[in-house]
T-cell receptor
Framework: GAGVSQSPSNKVTEKGKDVELRCDPI?????LYWYRQSLGQGLEFLIY????????KSGLPSDRFSAERTGGSVSTLTIQRTQQEDSAVYLC?????????????FGPGTRLTVL | LAKTTQPISMDSYEGQEVNITCSHN???????ITWYQQFPSQGPRFIIQ???TKVTNEVASLFIPADRKSSTLSLPRVSLSDTAVYYC????????????FGSGTRLLVRP
């Protein structure tokens, strides 16, 4: 595809339910990132993948959050037992690793609302 | 990673040049300075990146003084469509894969 795509674009769920958010990076990009953005705030880093491995999971806010990436392409962010404070826009980005610079290409995001 | 400070908001008019300055007093030797733009309901978009002096591309210029403790994003002749939030980021291109976004500068361009 031409850019990073994410699905669904909007997700409304009830507190306590599990949700899965999907990211399709730009073809050939080896690096993939998940961020979270609360209303009116900057982005909060969640996790980074290089290929299928995640060398940095330090941004995941709790053990309810997990992510995987398969085949070096699609990634899924899973939130178990959702809480109202999980409501935010979840953004995915990808990049081809560049020495001395790292332009990340962002998708449109998934707006998650936990009731 | 170096912390950045930038104005919360700025107002401008169509056709004017807009300069947004970012302070990054603790910038490290290997750090690059990168600016992103974000429209409502969209992910951020890369604008420009630089290490020192001046960088120019088709949409903006980036001015970095010799001490690199600040940088200025310059948008020539802004239009209404430049209304957005602009983020200044500082990090080592090799290891700062996790972009650290502050609150950004909310630019409003008026007709």
């Amino acid at each position: 595809g031409a850019g990073v795509s994410q699905s669904p674009s909007n997700k409304v769920t009830e507190k306590g339910k599990d949700v899965e958010l999907r990211c399709d990076p730009i073809s050939g990009h080896t690096a993939l990132y998940w961020y979270r953005q609360s209303l009116g705030q900057g982005l909060e880093f969640l996790i980074y993948f290089q290929g299928n491995s995640a060398p940095d999971k330090s941004g995941l806010p709790s053990d309810r959050f997990s992510a995987e990436r398969t085949g070096g392409s699609v990634s899924t962010l899973t939130i178990q037992r959702t809480q109202q404070e999980d409501s935010a826009v979840y953004l995915c980005a990808s990049s081809s690793y560049l020495q001395g610079g790292n332009e990340q290409f962002f998708g449109p995001g998934t707006r998650l609302t936990v009731l | 990673l170096a912390k950045t400070t930038q104005p919360i908001s700025m107002d401008s008019y169509e056709g004017q040049e807009v300069n947004i300055t970012c302070s990054h007093n603790n910038i490290a030797t290997n750090d690059y300075i990168t600016w992103y733009q974000q429209f409502p309901s969209q992910g951020p978009r890369f604008i420009i990146q630089g290490y020192k002096t001046k960088v120019t591309n088709e949409v903006a210029s980036l001015f970095i003084p010799a001490d690199r403790k600040s940088s200025t994003l310059s948008l020539p002749r802004v239009s209404l469509s430049d209304t957005a939030v602009y983020y200044c980021l500082v990090g080592d291109g090799d290891s700062s894969y996790k972009l650290i976004f502050g609150s950004g500068t909310r630019l409003l361009v008026r007709p």
